[in-house]
Nanobody, 113 residues
């Protein structure tokens, strides 16, 4: 598998979810990684990125609420999402950063009461 995101679901406002992305080893080891999202009717946007060395950056809208991490032994990237809001509702994707044209299957996150 090249990029396979999982862990989405339905959660109430204020709740938490943890997304996982299994990445092919050859891609994972050589690349900075990112989590992206696309809400209905909107363009896909970068949510968070992490370098091969572990440095992270976040979109202003998720700073202090989301945490990106990577497990080099498992070739997996995670996105811990806390204090979720309705505006976080979107399909979430992982990809290299900057993104390539090879988008894997995303995972739906719905924040609703």
């Amino acid at each position: 598998v090249q990029l396979q995101a999982s862990g989405g679901g339905l959660v109430q406002p204020g709740g938490s979810l943890r997304l996982s992305c299994a990445v092919s080893a050859t891609i994972f080891r050589r690349n900075n990684m990112g989590w992206y999202r696309q809400a209905p009717g909107k363009q896909r946007e970068l949510v968070a990125s992490i370098t091969t060395g572990g440095n992270t950056n976040y979109a202003d809208s998720v700073k202090g609420r989301f945490t990106i991490s990577r497990d080099n032994a498992k070739n997996t990237v995670y996105l811990q999402m806390n204090s979720l809001r309705s505006e976080d509702t979107a399909v979430y994707y992982c990809n290299v950063f900057p993104s390539s044209s090879s988008w894997g299957q995303g995972t739906q996150v719905t924040v609703s009461s």
